[in-house]
T-cell receptor, first 115, second 112 residues
Framework: DSGVTQTPKHLITATGQRVTLRCSPRSGDLSVYWYQQSLDQGLQFLIQYYNGEERAKGNILERFSAQQFPDLHSELNLSSLELGDSALYFC??????????????FGPGTRLLVL | SQQGEEDPQALSIQEGENATMNCSYKTSINNLQWYRQNSGRGLVHLILIRSNEREKHSGRLRVTLDTSKKSSSLLITASRAADTASYFCATDEGGGSYIPTFGRGTSLIVHP
């Protein structure tokens, strides 16, 4: 158990809908990272927040957005869902903001299926 | 496109044998990390090796880094059935962006 929690574990929805994925980092970690893992794209970094502020953006679509709240939990919002958005979405956390030096601890993931 | 690419894509061995996985990358890096992922679960960090290091050990794991060849290898000695998982290398893109970039992974199966 990494100490990172994600809810829900599974999510099934229809195209065009909007969903929110939630992540609670390990106690004491200030950085939260979001990743998407799919069969065709592999594991892709989406975005990082550190202490409530956006720190880095990766391959995140404009239909996706995220935020980190004062209690450090984070939410990833996915809107206008398409079939291709079906994937495992992971949250990870680390103590500091240095992506190059930090060990990231991954949550169990949310499996999203868009029908 | 992927920065790190693992090779082989899949590896099947018997318990007790050694498993070697390789990772190649394209641009300069500050560090390279190896992760393990059990089927459908989150990634677990195994080891980080910095660009100025050549070899690192952690238990039954040995990681090497050759920056001149832009490659790294992960050796698991005396493998166990519990080592069955996918193994990923992750690099940070050079140039200061430090975006974590993962390869597609090596799927390791260790037969008891």
């Amino acid at each position: 158990d990494s100490g990172v929690t994600q809810t829900p574990k599974h999510l099934i929805t229809a195209t065009g809908q909007r969903v929110t994925l939630r992540c609670s980092p390990r106690s004491g970690d200030l950085s939260v990272y979001w990743y998407q893992q799919s069969l065709d794209q592999g594991l892709q970094f989406l975005i990082q927040y550190y202490n409530g502020e956006e720190r880095a953006k990766g391959n995140i679509l404009e239909r996706f957005s995220a935020q980190q709240f004062p209690d450090l939990h984070s939410e990833l919002n996915l809107s206008s869902l398409e079939l291709g958005d079906s994937a495992l979405y992971f949250c990870a956390s680390s103590v500091g903001e240095s992506r190059a030096q930090e060990t990231q601890y991954f949550g169990p993931g949310t499996r999203l299926l868009v029908l | 496109s992927q920065q790190g690419e693992e090779d082989p894509q899949a590896l099947s061995i018997q318990e007790g044998e050694n498993a070697t996985m390789n990772c190649s990358y394209k641009t300069s890096i500050n560090n390279l990390q190896w992760y393990r992922q059990n089927s459908g679960r989150g990634l677990v960090h195994l080891i980080l090796i910095r660009s100025n290091e050549r070899e690192k050990h952690s238990g039954r794991l040995r990681v090497t880094l050759d920056t001149s060849k832009k490659s790294s290898s992960l050796l698991i000695t005396a493998s166990r059935a519990a080592d069955t998982a996918s193994y990923f290398c992750a690099t940070d893109e050079g140039g200061g962006s430090y975006i974590p970039t993962f390869g597609r992974g090596t799927s390791l199966i260790v037969h008891p």
